[in-house]
């Protein structure tokens, strides 16, 4: 079992920063990626970034040229958000999979709120 712990959402405005982190625990295995998705009202979840602990990353389309994940640990990720637009508004949660099996984790979300 693993636990996820989100932290660091909030209201800003365009164009402004946030960072988002990620604290996981539990049982975590190698072979693995701890990222964020995102879900907008109305809106699918989608991947925002991941970072295996093998060292490869991958990125959303919408925010590869703005945002950036560190994965300093392998039970801490951070999501940085730089010039946040309104469409980045939405609920952003933490992801854990183990690639081997597959199975998912979720965190219980942070809201991030981008006004213009």
């Known amino acids: 079992q693993v636990r996820l712990e989100e932290s660091g959402g909030g209201l800003v405005q365009a164009g402004e920063s946030l960072r988002l982190s990620c604290e996981a625990s539990?049982?975590?295995?190698?072979?693995?990626?701890l990222g964020w998705y995102r879900q907008a009202p109305g809106k699918e979840r989608e991947l925002v970034a991941t970072?295996?602990?093998?060292?490869?990353k991958n990125y959303g389309d919408s925010v590869a040229d703005r945002f950036t994940i560190s994965r300093v640990s392998a039970y801490t990720v951070y999501l940085q958000m730089n010039n946040l637009q309104p469409e980045d508004t939405a609920v952003y949660y933490c992801?854990?999979?183990?690639?081997?099996?597959?199975?998912?984790?979720w965190g219980p979300g942070t809201q991030v709120t981008v006004s213009s």
């Open positions: 992801n854990f999979r183990s690639l081997a099996t597959p199975v998912d984790y």
């Open positions: 539990g049982s975590i295995f190698s072979n693995n990626a």
């Open positions: 970072a295996t602990d093998g060292g490869w």
